[in-house]
């Protein structure tokens, strides 16, 4: 994982072609679900329910902030009702876009409006890859996939714990993972919103590693937390106190409730998409009335269970839906708006791709801002797969290929090459396809385009076995982005402090 | 293949749940890749070639047609001319919209406005399956294919050969092959466009299972065929032959121009598109001025070539945005518009899906209304595979899922059973979970949801191998449609007969 010499890089295989590092727009009108009357309904509906029957915050900080504020709480079971008016104003100062900024300047983010942004998978606690199965994440893992997020160039961000190293000591893991990340990967990160001291350690390394105070930091966020409302209608402790330790500091919260159709939410898609609402809507309120102003992202993660085993489904078309339909929803709010890239296979095959794909397409034309999850995902977010990070960027790329916009123009309209190819001739030989042939079309990463002899004879590799050289390509060519040696001292001696504290606890 | 015996279908597995045959329409707006300033563009660049430079007809007969209807002649090059108006008020003659009748009359398709049909691969010469690998079609798989067809609900249509019996005599082979389907399937069904003899022994074997006149059959139109464009610019002499002979008996051409950019058209999409416009109109043109009023379809087959190779790439991202831009073109002519499954993958893995996913959103959100190949495809279409129209299958059910209208009632919202469930507790055992749990969700055919260890336990299959085992399961289960056996023995006699005719040439 180190950084290359040059002589050890010359004796490896060559970093395979990517698309450069690029910020992404959509270009295209989203494809709309609802109505303007299904969503004016999914509104009501919701505020019925914010108003009338409430949302639960299990933290006491939390509860007088919003009683503070004007909400209605019930002490005896914790139950917070607003009326609309609250929420709207509310939400109202939240920016409908807003900058993630990097340690590399270069590398700053744009969430909101159409603009559109890919990070690696975070959370899971197995690792899968074709040489060793799938098994327990560790922290040697754990450093290959922050590599590899860093080396993938469609990959803007990094989505968090990739897979969390669970030969580390739990207490301090956190600070181990954000120390391997910050000093890896150059890009805007992901940090876990489970606790206040973690979400400060966070803040302090961001400080120490961009050289700025809390209060710069505060004005050019560069961390994004997810806050997950344990659905239905709960906040729990931890992740109250993680949101307020985040949006105090001007970083981004993304307010996801987990509302998987039939089992945690009602087993219709409206129902599920209101409750969604009221849990987004509620979180997303607390966070401006902690800290007006503060970047907030709404969160959809509604999906179905089997409803012959109870067991989650993603990738599904009520997945797919559902993205397209909580996009409307969002801009209804003017919130950015934040999807995941999911599937429920097992493997890395035909089944983990088809799902994804269906999520890819409801989330990037319902617009999402943040596509959350967008490389490694596997088996509903239990594992993180080296082989299916590799076809999530090829995916990627195609799909960021996908939204340059199409270009007519007199050269393009290619009348007079037309005109002068003879009927059943061919366009090889012109002077257009000499001028254009190297940029003209998309070229793939992973994708093998050879005829079936040449593909044969060369070992008959399907698109996963592939995957499962280039990932080990791209890490034995992996480089190191510079950082000061008295920044990473910095850094090492925080962690060392905070370790040391946390082991006194 | 024959039909099984009761005691015989008790020994073999189940078939496998599907969903069940039914017509699709899609709800949403099509996504536009191109605006009407960019859409005009097209339409300018296209009458100046079509005006100006011509399109190659290599028929004696239909330069006559041509040249009587007012088009000028070059008797030189073969190269036909036809001035806008000419163009415009031909193809003004098409049908925006038109039914495609099937021997079963449950089976009917509507070709036209917001309707989709799929239909299966047709033309490779190759056939693959996990078991053999990848080798030479013959009868036997030919047969196979078309019980799969039959059996698979999703599949509206028949689209052609599924695999060339390449032991059949080629002279005859379309007579056994035309047999084979019209007996195993009862729906609409797609025969070859290559000579006027072909098409006229599958309009005679049309009439013969419809118990129907050739006048009676001309305004039920039950067979569709497609008419490739040599292209650049050429229409050969045996396509033309084909097409006459299918719209003076009022059958369905889609008219298929083979744009490939780079090498069959020009290096930019927005050329290829017009090279495609010019050839299909000229096409349609001419279908109409032929036998005016006969149902036309705009072919689209943009894709691209890899320019460090020339090799063909299908499901590229220019594909996606070629599949939207031709459904635009055609609409803006008030057409039917085809579109294709394709991939470029030498095995049903990973990459045929992704690509196979691009081409399918390409063409589902550009409103095709003939999905051509849309199970099956594999290799740049060289190759039929079984496990590939499996997971082609679950994809277009998925699509077909996604395409059913968002339900947003008083019901669905669920405002009450959102109030009764407690803060952090689930819905399984709610009255509404109760009442819609059987008919819910979509219900996979191919998608394992179960959890890694039952997965696991049971094998490990991955969705290629899984796809193997349902479709030598359907298979099994195949039951012949009824056929009067009448009908069957007339179609046999006829079959003789022709086979005897061609022999003696």
């Known amino acids: 994982m180190a950084r290359k010499s040059r002589g050890k890089q010359r004796a490896r295989s060559a970093f395979p072609s990517q698309q450069p590092w690029q910020r992404l727009v959509n270009p295209y009108s ?71 900024h990097a340690r590399n300047p270069q590398r700053y983010v744009l969430i909101g409006d159409n603009h559109i942004c890919f990070d690696s998978v975070g959370g899971p606690a197995y690792v899968s890859d074709l040489d060793q199965g799938r098994r327990a994440g ?96 709960r906040f729990d402790g931890p992740m109250l106190d993680g949101l307020m330790e985040a949006v105090e500091h001007g970083q981004a919260v993304t307010i996801t409730p987990f509302t998987l159709s039939g089992a945690m939410s009602p087993t219709t898609l409206a129902g599920s998409l209101v409750q969604q609402n009221v849990e987004a809507l509620a979180g997303i309120a607390f966070a401006q009335i902690v800290s007006p102003g ?71 034309m319902g617009h999402s801002n943040l596509l959350h999850h967008a490389a490694g995902w596997l088996e509903g977010g239990l594992t993180a797969s080296f082989e299916k990070t590799i076809i999530d960027a090829e995916m990627l790329q195609m799909m960021g290929a996908f939204l340059k916009p199409f270009k007519v123009t007199n050269d393009t309209l290619s009348v007079e090459t037309i005109s002068q190819v003879e009927p059943g001739g061919h366009f090889f030989g012109t002077k257009q396809t000499l001028d254009l042939y190297e940029e003209a079309f998309y070229s793939p990463l992973l994708s093998d385009w050879r005829n079936f002899e040449t593909w044969s004879d060369s070992g008959a590799q399907t698109a996963t076995e592939r995957a499962n050289i280039l990932w080990k390509n791209i890490l034995d060519n992996y480089e190191q982005p510079h950082i000061d040696p008295a920044t990473d001292e910095h850094l090492r001696v925080f962690v060392d402090r905070r370790k040391k504290e946390e082991r006194q606890h």
């Open 138 to 233: 560790n922290f040697n893992d754990f450093r290959k996939f922050i590599c590899l997020i860093q080396s993938l160039d469609v990959l803007h961000m990094c989505g968090g714990i990739p897979v969390v190293p669970v030969d580390l000591d739990p207490a301090t893991r956190h600070l181990d993972c954000i120390y391997t990340t910050i000093t890896h990967i150059d890009k805007v990160w992901h940090t876990t919103g489970l606790g206040r001291q973690r979400m400060s350690d966070a803040i302090d390394m961001l400080c120490i590693v961009r050289n700025q105070t809390r209060d710069e930091i505060k004005t050019e966020p560069g961390i994004f937390t997810t806050i997950n409302c344990n659905s239905p209608r």
């Open 294 to 364: 503060s970047p907030c992202i709404y969160g959809a993660f509604t999906s179905n269970v089997d409803m012959k085993s109870g067991a989650p489904a993603f990738g599904t078309p009520e997945y797919t839906q559902a993205c397209l339909a909580s996009g409307q929803i969002a801009r209804y709010y003017g919130m950015p708006y934040r999807s995941s890239n999911t599937n429920t296979s097992n493997v890395a095959d035909a089944q983990a791709v088809y799902e994804s794909s269906m999520s890819l397409w409801g989330s990037i």
């Open 30 to 100: 989203p494809i709309e679900v609802l109505d303007e009357e299904e969503l004016n309904a999914i509104h009501e509906a919701s505020m019925e329910i914010l108003e009338n029957v409430g949302v639960e915050f299990l933290s006491e900080r939390a509860l007088t902030i919003l009683e503070n504020s004007g909400a209605i709480i019930d002490r005896d079971n914790n139950l917070v009702r607003m009326d609309r008016g609250l929420v709207l104003e509310s939400i109202s100062n939240a920016p409908s876009q807003f900058t993630l």
